[in-house]
């Protein structure tokens, strides 16, 4: 009976995981951080308060993240000044996300994330994972796993043509 009532639990803990694990609800303030980007510098989302961001949790092994790329390349080059991306790397060592940044000329931050970082998020279990943040900080809306490109470019316009609150 011993390894029933083991199962039990261990059930009863992956179905409280797996509830736990949900992106962040519109509304919720974004999670603070501040990590370092591959060329040294500082990157915390604070410093971004009052801009429109787009946070990209990604990772060189997940081929819809790295689909997404160009997408996300041309999207800070057309509200540059008005909207920042920072991606977030959910690989295990920074050597591939730092040269697949390399590859792709990204002209956003990157910086390393990890377990801790995504619990934070709601659990980060699918990737990509992408959270619009608006001026005042709150998520104002949230993508888990494959997306279609153009839904966020229709988010992103739309957020900067109403604006959110500022701080």
Not at 3 to 15: P, R, S, V, Y
Not at 61 to 79: D, F, S, Y
Not at 93 to 117: E, F, H, S
Not at 133 to 159: C, H, P, Y
């Amino acid at each position: 009976m011993p390894t029933a009532k083991a199962a039990l639990i261990g059930a009863l803990c992956l179905l409280a995981g797996s509830a736990a694990a949900a992106p962040l609800p519109a509304g919720t303030l974004a999670p603070a951080f501040s990590r370092p980007d591959f060329n040294g510098r500082n990157v915390s989302l604070a410093a971004f308060r009052g801009e429109l961001i787009l946070v990209d949790f990604w990772a060189t092994w997940c081929a819809p993240c790295i689909v997404e790329l160009p997408r996300l390349i041309a999207l800070q080059t057309r509200h540059h000044g008005k909207l920042q991306i920072i991606g977030i790397s959910m690989d295990d060592d920074d050597a591939a996300p730092k040269q697949t940044a390399a590859q792709y000329r990204l002209n956003y931050p990157v910086v390393m994330g990890d377990a801790a970082l995504g619990r934070l998020y709601g659990g980060v279990l699918g990737l990509p994972q992408v959270y619009l943040i608006g001026r005042d900080g709150k998520v104002l809306r949230s993508w888990r796993g494959e997306f279609n490109g153009a839904e966020l470019d229709t988010a992103v316009d739309a957020a900067l043509r109403e604006g959110s609150p500022k701080p």
